[in-house]
C-alpha cells in the first residue's frame, strides 16, 4: 500500500452563478393596470402581491392583492421603477416562467396568467392544476 501516491486534484474554479429570472413577468399592460389601481386606491401602497390558493374544480387559483409591505419570503419584483409585484411564498414554485398579462375585451376585463406549468383549467377557466 506504501506505494499507491495519494494525489489532490485541484478545486473546481468556481464560476459566478448567471442571474435567477423573475417567477413571473409583466406585460406592459398589466403594469398600467396596477399602477392605475394603486393610484385609485385612496392610500399609499407598496404594491400588489400575487399568489395562488386552492379553489375551484381544478383545484387552483390565482390571487392578486394590495400590499402594504412585504412580508417575509416574497418574491420582489420591480418591472418599473414604480410598480412593486410580490409573489407569495407558497405560490412561487407554481408560477415560475409565468406571463402576468392584462386584457380588456368587449364584454369582460381582467388579469390574465400564462402559465407554463399548468397542466389543465377547468372549464369555466377559473382554476387550473400543476
Known amino acids: 500500500m506504501s506505494d499507491m501516491l495519494e494525489t489532490t486534484a485541484p478545486a ?5 452563478r448567471a442571474p435567477r429570472p423573475p417567477p413571473v413577468s409583466v406585460t406592459t399592460a398589466a403594469m398600467e393596470r396596477v399602477r392605475a389601481l394603486l393610484a385609485k386606491r385612496g392610500k399609499p401602497s407598496y404594491g400588489v402581491r400575487v399568489g395562488v390558493r386552492t379553489r375551484g374544480c381544478s383545484g387552483l387559483s390565482y390571487t392578486l392583492e394590495y ?9 420582489v419584483l420591480r418591472p418599473a421603477e ?4 410580490l409573489i407569495a411564498p407558497k405560490a412561487a414554485m407554481f408560477l415560475f416562467g409565468t406571463e402576468m ?6 364584454f369582460k376585463s381582467g388579469f390574465t396568467f400564462r402559465n407554463p406549468n399548468e397542466k389543465g383549467r377547468c ?4 382554476s387550473f392544476h400543476v
Open 12 to 16: 473546481p474554479a468556481s464560476r459566478p
Open 67 to 75: 400590499a402594504d409591505a412585504a412580508e417575509p419570503g416574497d418574491e
Open 82 to 85: 414604480d410598480i412593486t409585484i
Open 101 to 106: 398579462d392584462f386584457v380588456e375585451e368587449q
Open 123 to 126: 372549464g369555466c377557466g377559473e
